[in-house]
């Protein structure tokens, strides 16, 4: 695809059919990860991609009780939203429902695990949440995004996993210097999938020389 074509249409896909995937297409979609920048060029960070059945039923049945939690509040957002913000909340809902029930059929999930000690994080001793670090892995995790995209799979990042890591770990033999911030289901989608998306125009998300 046109690379500006790729992003300006890559949803978020949660409703994804359980067709296998080609090993020649995973290569692909997992080279593109590997081409992301990190710092220092250390590439902190691994992708578990489970096929395992067993495993995406376990790793299911540890989502969907926080998908669950996750919905009231969301509901309670939606209901002082304009109508047409808010029938387009609906349906992101219904599809994260979907996926929350429906997690196990992905044909891949992929797990993006990080390594802090492998990372360049010089936000780490300011006092607030520290966020450089990510700058090592989700360029990774879009890069597959895109890929995906352009090879007609659905995807989507999710990281309600991540209050699980305990469990993930154990699950996935995760060593215990290593962590984990994505978790993305990959396969074809179910009806359209991607497709154009809605963001702030860039009059409100730029600013020139200051901030504002």
Same mark, same amino acid.
């Given at each position: ?6 992003? #300006? ?24 990860? /590997? ?53 387009? #909340? ?6 994260? /429902? ?37 700058? #090592? ?20 990042? /999710? ?54």
């Amino acid at each position: 695809m046109e690379l500006y074509d790729a992003m #300006s249409t890559l949803r978020a896909v949660r409703r994804i059919r359980p067709d296998p995937v080609p090993e020649d297409v995973l290569e692909r979609v997992f080279r593109a990860a /590997t081409w992301a920048p990190t710092g220092g060029n250390h590439q902190g960070w691994r992708i578990v991609a489970v096929r395992d059945e067993a495993k995406k039923q376990a790793l299911e049945d540890l989502y969907r009780p926080h998908w669950e939690g996750y919905i009231p509040g969301y509901e309670a957002h939606m209901a002082d939203m304009p109508e047409p913000a808010r029938t387009a #909340s609906e349906r992101a809902l219904a599809a994260g /429902t979907y996926l929350a029930t429906h997690l196990h059929e992905a044909p891949v999930i992929a797990v993006f695990c990080f390594n802090p000690g492998r990372m360049t994080i010089t936000d780490q001793d300011l006092g607030r949440p520290s966020v450089v670090g990510g700058g #090592s892995v989700y360029p990774a995790v879009q890069n597959l995004l895109l890929a995906c995209r352009n090879e007609g799979l659905g995807c989507v990042l /999710t990281t309600l996993l991540c209050r699980e890591e305990a469990a993930v770990r154990t699950l996935l033999h995760i060593p215990d210097d290593w962590f984990t911030c994505a978790h993305v289901p990959i396969g074809y989608p179910v009806g359209g999938g991607h497709g154009p998306i809605s963001r702030k125009p860039v009059t409100d998300m730029v600013f020139w020389d200051r901030f504002g």
